[in-house]
């Protein structure tokens, strides 16, 4: 048994470091957290001291055995879980947990996992730091109570199965309101001018008019006055500017940048940092710093020096605007520059390309650039008192742009051109003239970068919690990604062309939420409610100032019990308050009365989701119901587009002497012919289909539903589902990859598609116990599952399987086996 154990966190994390201990030491990964709160009970002293009760979950027993017994043997115990809140808690609680000697066990930090780090940090220990515990503590515990104490409440007022969270609904509120912004908001319509130019030697460039003019008449008066004028450049400036790289990437930055020039999500871009960060190839990703080490900028020097020469090089510091950041920490940096690529998986790749761009260019020379600014007067019969405008730029000296430039959220950023060779009273001929109808834009929606920024911007959350509380809002169904294409919209464009002025009418495309995210309307619901009860709450700065409690007592500065008692006294209270005397919330609107009932007509969130309401419980007749389509909300459905919804069902009449309609499902509008459902095409109307256009989409699912082969004397079919194209051949659903050609899968593809997933299948077999029906295969991460007709129970991935008995096997499922519901005997009362 060597005489070292060291326990990380994550198993990469572990394979990484062993690489560069001896032989001396031993590498064994906790899994994350080894202890946390119950899931089923509070676990907080809310009438003490808020002491947190944590458990040791089932999945992690074997962990914790396996490790107490490595510790019990070693002469030494290395914590190297990571360096913030989250690394301090883990190695706090593995301590604890393990009950190690204090004698005998050192914590250990880095920020890279390379030989050199790894070696520093075994030379420079130091002891757990129970002011990071403690502010890690009480984050969880306030999250703990806030989401506990809060979901209740929801369940009872607004529907079954909701949650609230601190950080969670403050971001579905960001989004509420901006979704709010948007339907309120009345585009207000100008005209924009642009024109285009020629110079005496033929070159061509492009010019605007500096302002906009307010109506059609106005703009049309100023292209009549350019008839039978001639253009001089009235004015040119030239002057020299420089352009500074950004900072290296901090969690956020990082991710930001990654959504604009990658298109990954918040999560995706954090699992594959982690994993770069786990393989020793960049440092820790999760800081608010933009430091780089002395070491970091001396490398970066190297590399700059050596790939692009010395006048490329500029070392520099940055200084950061989060508040609380940790400056002992490094910004995120490859942690080789020599290494300007990795031969890792795709996305990997692509990230570290965009860390060390970002992290190269921050120590490179400004860019300078020559910026000219044209003035171009009209000479006209009438007085015409505006100018033409044109600006372009031309880099001198490319700098840090020769490796990397910044992206932006700003959808209308032009980019400056190059502009030819022109002299003050040069003449101009002009090709042509436009006046364009343009619109005010609405405030756009959110991406989840633009969502990160904006938290960033509030002070609400920290690196860490961002990607899980996207994710959290987009799982409860809070919040969407828009899949709307949007609607065309007509303007006007007028020309001046070859001395006569001309009107066109063109079309655009607005309204698109294509990726953004869109509140439901259960997130809406949801966030009234909570504002209206709970509205400190949900206050931004409440949220901010919680996070600078955190880190004063990161610092040392608060007592994080204290902090608790002060926040739950009022919090608590108010919760009982809400629950007792607060209306139920359903989101209902009145949008008018039904002409043939004269009842009211209303929408509101019922049990099953949104749905049209016909009258009132306390009319004599009984209310009518009809859902919402999907694209339908409660916010901003019209009483027209409410009372088409009960004109559904619709029968259309026979096909093949079954009957034919058409309806509203919950994954959207169908046709159903017998006992088959036919799903209609995006942004068909159910209303507008007749028998007719309905049989076409029955017979192309027919046809698209019919055998494509027959293998080993089965029938091959093929579909689309909510994971893509597939085949399917004796029960068995084949995922068909972009490397075939679905449209014309040849018999020589289905049939290595079958053979291989019938491989695959035998692959992820371990045991088989024919007689028992009992099976153990590989399941996703790493784990294994143990299976016998629809009983199937996944073990942890610390289980080893290899040798297992069919008696372990079904030890495992008699234990995990559902528990048989017992009725009770019913009693009979005495007379």
């Known amino acids: 048994m060597p005489k070292n154990l060291v326990i990380v966190e994550s198993p990469a994390k572990a394979k990484t470091i062993e690489k560069f201990l001896g032989k001396d030491y031993k590498v064994e990964s906790s899994f994350g957290h080894i202890a946390d709160l119950p899931s089923k009970e509070l676990g907080v002293d809310v009438e003490g001291d808020f002491k947190p009760k944590y458990q040791v979950s089932k999945d992690k027993k074997d962990v914790v055995k396996k490790l107490k017994e490595l510790a019990e043997k070693a002469e030494t115990v290395w914590l190297a879980s ?47 730091d129970y002011n990071l515990v403690d502010a890690q503590q009480a984050r969880r515990v306030l999250d ?68 906009n003019f307010g109506s059609k008449a106005e703009a049309e008066a100023f292209l009549n006055k350019n008839l039978q004028a001639t253009y001089q450049v009235a004015d040119l400036e030239k002057k020299p500017v420089k352009k500074s790289p950004a900072p290296p990437f901090t969690t956020s930055t990082l991710q ?26 960049i440092t820790y990703m999760r800081t608010d710093s933009v430091n780089l080490s002395d070491e970091a900028k001396k490398g970066a020097e190297n590399e700059i020096v050596s790939a692009y020469g010395s006048e490329y090089s500029k070392p520099r510091n940055y200084k950061g605007k989060s508040k609380g950041a940790q400056e002992a920490h490094e910004a995120i940096r490859p942690t080789n520059f020599a290494n300007h690529s990795v031969g890792a998986e795709r996305d990997q790749s692509r990230l570290y390309d965009l860390i060390w761009k970002r992290a190269i260019a921050s120590q490179m020379s400004e860019a300078k650039l020559e910026r000219t600014n044209v003035k171009i007067k009209i000479n006209a ?20 742009l020769k490796v990397y430039l910044e992206g932006t959220d700003d959808e209308d950023t032009e980019q400056s051109g190059l502009l030819p060779d022109l002299k003050v009273s040069d003449d101009l001929d002009n090709n042509y003239i436009t006046a364009t109808q343009r619109f005010t834009r609405p405030p756009a929606r959110y991406t989840e970068a633009s969502l990160v920024k904006k938290l960033e911007e509030l002070g609400i959350g920290r690196p860490s919690t961002y990607a899980p509380t996207i994710s959290t809002i987009q799982n409860r169904n809070y919040v969407e990604k828009g899949s709307v294409d949007g609607a065309e919209r007509s303007y006007t464009q007028l020309i001046l062309e070859a001395n006569k002025v001309a009107e066109k009418t063109l079309m655009e495309r607005v309204g698109s939420d294509k990726g953004k995210l869109v509140p439901t309307d259960i997130g809406m619901i949801v966030t009234d409610f909570l504002v209206n009860h709970f509205e400190n709450i949900l206050d931004y700065n409440f949220t901010a100032r919680v996070e600078e409690s955190f880190d004063d007592i990161a610092e040392g500065k608060e007592d994080w019990r204290a902090m608790m008692k002060d926040f739950y006294k009022g919090f608590h209270p108010q919760v009982e308050d809400v629950q007792e005397n607060a209306e139920r919330e359903s989101g209902e609107r ?83 012919f017998g006992k088959k459902f036919v799903s209609l095409p995006k942004g068909v109307d159910p209303l507008s289909v007749e028998l007719e256009e309905a049989i076409v989409y029955i017979k192309e699912k027919e046809k698209a539903d019919a055998p494509i082969y027959n293998y080993q004397g089965l029938e ?109 005997k019913a009693t009979t009362k005495k007379k």
Do not use: C
């Open 82 to 128: 990571d360096e913030d809140r989250e690394g301090e808690a883990i190695a706090w609680h593995l301590a604890e947990t393990l009950k190690l000697d204090k004698e005998k066990t050192k914590r250990i930090v880095f920020h890279e996992i390379t030989k050199s780090a790894i070696n520093k940090a075994i030379d420079n220990p130091r002891s757990i």
């Open 716 to 824: 091959v079919t093929k579909g689309k589902g909510r994971f893509g194209p597939f085949i399917k051949w004796n029960n068995m659903f084949i995922n068909v990859n972009k490397k075939y050609d679905w449209d014309n899968l040849s018999e020589e593809d289905v049939v290595t598609l079958i053979e291989d997933k019938i491989q695959k299948e035998k692959d992820k077999l371990i045991h088989v116990w024919e007689d028992e029906g009992i099976r153990v295969e590989k399941a996703r991460w790493g784990r294994h599952n143990v299976i016998k007709g629809k009983q199937k129970v996944e073990l942890a991935k610390t289980v080893d399987v290899s040798d297992m008995t069919l008696e372990e096997a079904k030890a495992i499922l008699e234990k995990n086996a559902p528990k048989k519901k017992t009725r009770k």
């Open 144 to 211: 703990r109570i806030v989401g506990y104490e809060l979901s209740p409440v929801l369940w009872r007022k607004v529907k079954g199965g909701l949650s609230a969270g601190r950080v969670q609904s403050v971001s579905v509120r960001l989004i509420v309101e901006r979704e709010r912004e948007i339907q309120e908001f009345n585009p207000l319509a100008s005209y924009r001018v642009d024109a285009e130019f020629t110079t005496a030697d033929g070159s061509t460039f492009k010019a605007k008019l500096p302002k």
């Open 381 to 400: 019969s009438e007085a015409v008192n505006e100018q033409f405008t044109a600006n372009g730029e031309i880099i001198t000296f490319d700098g840090f």
């Open 590 to 672: 009145i949008l008018g009365t039904d002409p043939k009932s004269g009842r009211q007509v209303s929408v509101r969130l019922g049990k099953f989701g949104p749905m049209v309401q016909v009258g009132t419980i306390d009319d004599e007749e009984k209310p009518k119901f009809a859902s919402l389509s999907p694209e339908q909300q409660l916010s901003s459905i019209t009483f027209e587009e409410a009372m088409d919804l009960f004109k559904l069902p619709k029968a259309l009449g026979h096909y093949k002497d079954d009957e034919v309609e058409v309806n509203n499902g919950r994954f959207g509008p169908y046709v159903r």
């Open 256 to 281: 930001q940048e990654a959504s604009r020039k990658l298109g990954f999500s918040v999560g995706r871009t954090m699992s594959n940092a982690q994993r770069l960060y786990e393989a020793g190839l």
